[in-house]
DNA sequence: CGGTGATTACGAATCGTTTCGTACAAAGAT
DNA sequence: ATCTTTGTACGAAACGATTCGTAATCACCG
């Protein structure tokens, strides 16, 4: 089953926080977004996401705790073969050139992507 | 304005394809789907993408004439932020790495996205 | 003419996702 | 014991996108 995009923000959340309540993800997402989130909403979609099988859950103690089931890198790669596939054609490195060429990418970023790529090239790599 | 999943469909039709009729198009969209797509499905969706600015069109003769307003590459650099928002946390470097880290893109591409990038970092490039 | 087929316009049904109100249960505090 | 707080469950409203039925219009052909 694949994620809708607001499943995405709360996978996210639990990639990069780790195992996670509720209360804590809905508290994450309310951080940065600009309209606030109701508790119970977060709670719902994490329910459904349960359900399909997205996250686990911990029901061990009252307040459930919840994982990504998916692992972000395997999950990232998935969809981004999609996108890749459905929006430039299959061919990744349009895609890339785009995404850089937006000037929003800081020197830091810029500097370790070029570091990936001379070590790409230096050993032919294959994942 | 933003386009949806389903008015995307479209503008690739007429992107590719150049300025069309409802009829062009739906028969475009037919070919390849799986499941029939009513031509006054297509026809609202169009229209709607008219009302939108998305599309403009020629109402000169009977059968009217859309054409993509939206430059393709101005389109995929939407798409790509959307995405890149929901599954990377609007981290287009992490992106990047994930997209090249998968050993699939050809040494001639490596090589043209490190020229793009010494450029960039050589102009301090803004768009 | 009158009929047939193609076209646009538009309201409304449908569908999936998101949001939230509300009910109820559990745990701790006084 | 009861009150307060914090949690889950769940139905249903709200919302946006898509789909289509139907009416009106136009153009061509006999």
Redesign the interface.
Known sequence: MQPT?GE??IL?VLW?AGPSTVRDVNERLNESSSKEIGYTTTLKLMQLMSGKGLVSRDTSSRTHVYSAVLPE?K???T??RR??DT??GGS??R?????????????E??????K???Q??KD????
Chains 1, 2 share one sequence.
């Open positions: 995009e995405l923000v996210q990069s890198e999950a990232q790669k969809l981004l996108f890749v929006t430039f990744a490195s895609m890339v050139l785009r995404a850089l060429g937006d000037g929003k990418t800081s020197p970023e810029l500097a370790e992507i070029k990936l790529i001379t790409l090239e032919g790599n294959n994942d």
